[in-house]
């Protein structure tokens, strides 16, 4: 693990000098913006499985990413630190390269929406009504 | 990471890399996964705006506008029926959730990357020789128009002090604001500030203003820009959050412009600055975080700080008028009604040229016009070369503000 998924809060993490009680950090970071929150689904249950789900395809893109760094890193040197993924900036048709990388990671993850979306307006049978109309009745 | 030869094929329209934003001494350190957390979020708006937005489009014409007109024998009077509309179908929802959900995930990323290194920004900013062009004023409370809900979402608004000497506010929303705008601002997201440089050249060739004021600069984006265009010029800028200040003050000085003070003031109340001193009075995407109320005394500050042969201008979401579709309409309410923009729809509504007449600027001297921002960076693409539009992201703006005779 490197330093920055190590836990936060404890001893360092505190600010306006050293006599300050410590920040929490992780709940000061997830604290709800005031302001009652808006749900657009029926059933909030399903937004909240969504809002983890994202998170969750956020933190499987962030790793991705990061093997793709020590790929580049082992490739381009043969050796890497931590400080040397902290370190690095990919080149501009590397930073390219990942970017589509993200565009085609988020539309697999959203394909349903696209999917829905292409459904809208379109008068299409099921397949088992296709079927009942294939015969025999 | 390999993309599919299909998609190489097609010129990269999504968001740069987050580690070719601008760079100065209070910008917060990311780590490599903190970066790519910004890299994710920034593509997943993009991607909101570029692939699922445009099928909701395509959905309130095919099915939720004729269904509408099925209910109700006709068509929708007003925005707010359209968004009723909008609100009974899935994909709205979905796209909806999603934003919001981006948002939120936005701040935390923001305020885990700023956090644990707070002590030592706000060591940076005290120490910083900005600190000389900073002029607080603990008498100053936040209005009511800041306090009653977190603007965009932000725990703690511009305002809150998490510590003494706070810059988190300002630190979270300078880090971040590259997610939400996917780089269309540029490397130091200052493209307002670039783009009413460049309006002002064109309208008045020559200009060059001793005193210019800024009103509710937030951290200072915007107004560096203008600051580095009239280098003669002394710049006031003022806010009444002092975190933001504290944190304006000293990246200005570390990106080496030092004719902007910073000062803590409410800029509806501006008495400590003497009638017709500003030979320019202006703002940047600052009336919408207001109130109606607000919106009057500042006009008429406006008017009274004016120097004679001066101008007013203020940049800000373009108006609801009859030309915009209702369905244009209601998706550029969905920042004030789901994103904590409170007024946003309101000001939409204000017809900003009475209230400058309102406030004693001559009707045949207002100034009306189009602007944009102007992204400056390599890889960053600006406005005018944008061809998605999410209805309230995209920085293409209208200019309002008046000539003053002299």
Request: contains cysteine.
């Given at each position: 693990m490197s330093e920055d998924q190590s836990p936060v809060g404890g001893a360092g993490a505190g600010a306006?000098?050293?006599?300050?009680?410590?920040?929490?950090?992780?709940?000061?970071?997830?604290?709800?913006?005031?302001?009652?929150?808006?749900?657009?689904?029926?059933?909030?249950?399903?937004?909240?499985?969504?809002?983890?789900?994202?998170?969750?395809?956020?933190?499987?893109?962030?790793l991705r990413a990061r093997l793709d760094t020590m790929e580049e890193l082992l490739e381009k040197r043969g050796t890497m630190t931590r400080a040397d993924i902290d370190a690095f900036v990919p080149a501009p048709a590397h930073a390219e390269r990942r970017g589509r990388w993200y565009q085609e990671y988020l539309a697999r993850i959203l394909r349903i929406v696209q999917q829905d979306a292409e459904a809208c307006g379109a008068d299409e049978p099921t397949s088992e009504e296709a079927g009942q109309r294939l015969g025999p009745a | 990471m390999a993309a599919t030869e299909a998609s190489e094929n097609a010129a990269y329209d999504g968001p740069p890399d987050y580690r070719s934003v601008g760079r100065h001494d209070l910008l917060p350190e990311t780590t490599h996964d903190e970066a790519e957390r910004y890299n994710f979020l920034a593509q997943l708006n993009r991607h909101l705006a570029a692939r699922v937005l445009p099928g909701v489009e395509a959905a309130y014409h095919g099915e939720m506008l004729p269904e509408f007109r099925r209910r109700h024998g006709r068509a929708p009077a007003d925005r707010h029926e359209v968004r009723h509309a909008l609100e009974r179908h899935p994909l709205y929802r979905t796209w909806s959730a999603l934003r919001r959900n981006t948002m939120e995930m936005r701040?935390?990323?923001?305020?885990?990357?700023?956090?644990?290194?707070?002590?030592?920004l706000v060591d940076r900013a005290a120490s910083s020789t900005g600190s000389e062009r900073l002029r607080l004023d603990a008498a100053v409370h936040p209005p009511a128009y800041l306090t009653a809900v977190d603007h965009h979402c932000m725990p703690g608004s511009y305002h809150t002090e998490r510590v003494p000497g706070d810059v988190s506010g300002a630190a979270n929303y300078d880090s971040g604001l590259f997610v939400t705008t996917g780089g269309l601002l540029g490397r130091f997201a200052d493209g307002g500030g670039h783009g009413i440089v460049d309006f002002i050249r064109r309208i008045r060739p020559g200009f060059a203003?001793?005193?210019?004021?800024?009103?509710?600069?937030?951290?200072?984006?915007?107004?560096?820009?203008?600051?580095?265009a009239f280098p003669e010029a002394e710049i006031t800028a003022v806010d009444v959050a002092a975190p933001m200040l504290r944190y304006g003050a000293a990246r200005a000085a570390s990106l080496g412009v030092d004719n902007v003070e910073f000062v803590q003031a409410d800029a509806t109340d501006l008495a400590q600055f003497e009638e017709g001193s500003f030979d320019w009075v202006q703002s940047i995407m600052f009336l919408h975080e207001t109130s109606l109320s607000a919106l009057k005394r500042i006009m008429a500050q406006s008017r009274r700080l004016v120097a004679p042969g001066g101008l007013v201008t203020h940049v800000e979401q373009p108006c609801y008028d009859a030309a915009m579709p209702l369905f244009e309409q209601s998706l550029r309410d969905w920042d004030a009604l789901y994103n904590n923009e409170p007024f946003w729809t309101k000001l939409h509504e204000i017809d900003l040229d009475e209230l400058?007449?309102?406030?004693?600027?001559?009707?045949?001297?207002l100034i009306h016009a189009g602007v944009h921002a102007i992204a400056d960076g390599e890889g960053f693409r600006d406005a005018a070369s944008e061809d998605v539009e999410d209805y309230g992201r995209k920085p293409a703006w209208r200019v309002t503000g008046a000539e003053v005779p002299g």
């Amino acid at each position: 693990m490197s330093e920055d998924q190590s836990p936060v809060g404890g001893a360092g993490a505190g600010a306006g000098g050293a006599d300050a009680a410590p920040l929490d950090v992780m709940r000061l970071a997830g604290a709800k913006a005031r302001g009652k929150r808006p749900y657009f689904f029926e059933d909030p249950d399903v937004e909240r499985v969504l809002a983890i789900t994202m998170a969750l395809a956020g933190e499987l893109a962030v790793l991705r990413a990061r093997l793709d760094t020590m790929e580049e890193l082992l490739e381009k040197r043969g050796t890497m630190t931590r400080a040397d993924i902290d370190a690095f900036v990919p080149a501009p048709a590397h930073a390219e390269r990942r970017g589509r990388w993200y565009q085609e990671y988020l539309a697999r993850i959203l394909r349903i929406v696209q999917q829905d979306a292409e459904a809208c307006g379109a008068d299409e049978p099921t397949s088992e009504e296709a079927g009942q109309r294939l015969g025999p009745a | 990471m390999a993309a599919t030869e299909a998609s190489e094929n097609a010129a990269y329209d999504g968001p740069p890399d987050y580690r070719s934003v601008g760079r100065h001494d209070l910008l917060p350190e990311t780590t490599h996964d903190e970066a790519e957390r910004y890299n994710f979020l920034a593509q997943l708006n993009r991607h909101l705006a570029a692939r699922v937005l445009p099928g909701v489009e395509a959905a309130y014409h095919g099915e939720m506008l004729p269904e509408f007109r099925r209910r109700h024998g006709r068509a929708p009077a007003d925005r707010h029926e359209v968004r009723h509309a909008l609100e009974r179908h899935p994909l709205y929802r979905t796209w909806s959730a999603l934003r919001r959900n981006t948002m939120e995930m936005r701040q935390q990323a923001g305020l885990s990357v700023v956090l644990p290194q707070l002590p030592e920004l706000v060591d940076r900013a005290a120490s910083s020789t900005g600190s000389e062009r900073l002029r607080l004023d603990a008498a100053v409370h936040p209005p009511a128009y800041l306090t009653a809900v977190d603007h965009h979402c932000m725990p703690g608004s511009y305002h809150t002090e998490r510590v003494p000497g706070d810059v988190s506010g300002a630190a979270n929303y300078d880090s971040g604001l590259f997610v939400t705008t996917g780089g269309l601002l540029g490397r130091f997201a200052d493209g307002g500030g670039h783009g009413i440089v460049d309006f002002i050249r064109r309208i008045r060739p020559g200009f060059a203003p001793r005193r210019i004021l800024d009103l509710g600069c937030g951290l200072g984006h915007n107004v560096l820009p203008v600051a580095v265009a009239f280098p003669e010029a002394e710049i006031t800028a003022v806010d009444v959050a002092a975190p933001m200040l504290r944190y304006g003050a000293a990246r200005a000085a570390s990106l080496g412009v030092d004719n902007v003070e910073f000062v803590q003031a409410d800029a509806t109340d501006l008495a400590q600055f003497e009638e017709g001193s500003f030979d320019w009075v202006q703002s940047i995407m600052f009336l919408h975080e207001t109130s109606l109320s607000a919106l009057k005394r500042i006009m008429a500050q406006s008017r009274r700080l004016v120097a004679p042969g001066g101008l007013v201008t203020h940049v800000e979401q373009p108006c609801y008028d009859a030309a915009m579709p209702l369905f244009e309409q209601s998706l550029r309410d969905w920042d004030a009604l789901y994103n904590n923009e409170p007024f946003w729809t309101k000001l939409h509504e204000i017809d900003l040229d009475e209230l400058l007449v309102a406030a004693g600027f001559e009707r045949s001297r207002l100034i009306h016009a189009g602007v944009h921002a102007i992204a400056d960076g390599e890889g960053f693409r600006d406005a005018a070369s944008e061809d998605v539009e999410d209805y309230g992201r995209k920085p293409a703006w209208r200019v309002t503000g008046a000539e003053v005779p002299g």
